[in-house]
């Protein structure tokens, strides 16, 4: 079993749709959880960060921590085209030289105008 | 504001042939990481640095050697290329606490 599951996709909504992204670990030492964004053709850019478990909202995103689960979650609202993009969730146990970053192998998102 | 800076962005190696991808960052970060993304893989760490001086094996290390001889640089070379190692490359750094800034990748074709 890897680390970190996630689904593969793709994923086509049409704009303004909510959009649900999500990952599952086995992991039960991650405190570290992380969405990132990557465009194609462009490197992987920090999206939301989120420690232990609960929720974090930053405009049209929300981070869901729900640890007894093992299960990781971002929400797009009125999503827009340009979210347009593939999402990776990263996790770790702590910081330093003992916690690599753990990545799921990311959700291709479409959003269809 | 450069933040991580990836050279070459593209290259296009014959089987056998030796190369040197470079990474630089402004950011005074002590860790950094070489990455390769492939199709259906998602990101796998080859190697890694927790400060200047330092390195480590990742998840797919074979057939690669980094050297972090300054904070600023960390160079992930290939001595005899194949055609297994046709991917694009991520280098990354980190502060601690903080996630992973990459850079913008470096297509690698080996024919």
């Known amino acids: 079993q890897k680390e970190v599951e996630q689904d593969p996709g793709p994923l086509s909504v049409p704009e303004g749709a909510i959009v649900s992204l999500n990952c599952t670990y086995s992991?039960?030492?991650?405190?570290?959880f992380m969405w990132y964004r990557q465009y194609s053709r462009k490197g992987p850019e920090l999206l939301m960060y989120t420690y232990s478990s609960g929720n974090k909202e930053d405009g049209r995103f929300t981070a869901q921590v729900d640890k007894s689960s093992k299960y990781i979650s971002l929400f797009i609202r009125d999503s827009q085209p340009s979210d347009s993009a593939t999402y990776l969730c990263?996790?770790?146990?702590?910081?330093?030289?003992?916690?690599?970053?753990?990545f799921g192998k990311g959700t291709k998102l479409s959003v269809k105008p | 504001n450069a933040g991580v800076t990836q050279t070459p962005k593209f290259r296009v190696l014959k089987t056998g042939q030796s190369m040197t991808l470079l990474c630089a960052q402004d950011m005074n970060h002590e860790y950094m990481y070489w990455y390769r993304q492939d199709p259906g893989m998602g990101l796998r760490l080859i190697h890694y640095?927790?400060?200047?001086?330092?390195?480590a094996k990742g998840e797919v290390p074979d057939g690669y050697n980094v050297s972090r001889l300054k904070k600023q640089n960390f160079l992930l070379g290939l001595e005899s290329a194949a055609p297994s190692q046709t991917s694009v490359y991520f280098c990354?750094?980190?502060?601690?606490?903080?996630?992973?800034?990459f850079g913008s990748g470096t297509r690698l074709t080996v024919v």
């Open positions: 640095s927790v400060g200047e001086g330092t390195t």
């Open positions: 990263a996790m770790r146990t702590s910081w330093g030289s003992q916690g690599n970053l753990i």
């Open positions: 990354a750094s980190s502060s601690q606490g903080n996630g992973y800034t």
């Open positions: 992991n039960s030492a991650f405190q570290y």
